[in-house]
């Protein structure tokens, strides 16, 4: 994933700071366009193709519909992780053809900040979102120290949490990498977005509180996208998943950061959960390359500025 630039950062906090502070809710279409291109010399039947459906009623943001204009019939699952659904749909691409199907899906997105929500309702998160795992290494030393010293200079849950989610951006220099986690960022030092969301997860966690990374598309200064752009996190506080976003509170003129932020990003996985995923209904022989797939995606405004 190409990761978001500090260049772009105070680049963009210029031109949106213009108008970020008067948008109070917007509605986007973020539409998915699947393509098949098979240059094959037969055709490919009952190809089966999943796509994670956004987030569908957090505090930033609530899917109001979701629109397929083709014959086949969406099928809707549930990941096996990330507390999120995606849909899946079959269809025929004849040989020597690309065969295009689209998604989309109409999004409602909201300012917020946890200061002026209620409590919410949601039960405790049991399981995997205290624990481990690959990028959010809880119970490696250095991650473990850190949290240790954040909880004996803390008295609150809040105040734990506000030093978990600024302790990345005192520790991490930022630097576009591939996807190294938590561990790595404390002992380099450097890292992109998705460091500093796994850091503050980790933390959390650590200190047991359930906590997830996110993968968003940051639509501000652009609009297409072949995969999410952008990492953030949530955290369980107060009884409801709050956002976190370590990364865009560098600057605080973008609006982001600790239970707040504005409506240029749309929250599409949690928990490193995959995008999108394929079935091919045959078996290809080894001589044959399978059929290229690209995907493409696209934010548009239907209202608000």
Known sequence: MKKLTMQFIFVFCIQYTLCAYADESKVVALTASITVNNKLDRDISGYIHRISVPVEDGVQQRLLSVRYKHPEVLKY????RGDTRYVEFKFDVPAQSSVTRSVIFEMELKEYNYKDLPKGTIPYPKGRYIRPQKYIETESP????????????SKSDEERLLAAFQAPQDIIEYRVQSTKGAYYAVIHKTG?????????????????????????????????????NHHAAEVY????????????AIDSKLGYGFGSGRVSKITLTRDFTWVWSNVWPERFQPHEERPKVTINWKVEIIRGS
């Open 77 to 80: 699952k549930r990941h096996k």
């Open 192 to 228: 992109d977005c998705t460091e500093y969301a796994a850091l503050f997860t980790a933390l959390a966690r650590s200190m047991g509180y359930p906590a997830r990374v996110t993968s968003e598309f940051l639509f501000a200064s652009r609009n297409e996208f072949s995969q999410p």
């Open 142 to 153: 250095p991650v473990k120290l850190l949290s240790q010293k954040i909880q004996s200079s």
């Open 237 to 248: 506080f107060n009884g409801r998943w709050l956002p976190v976003d370590p990364n865009l």
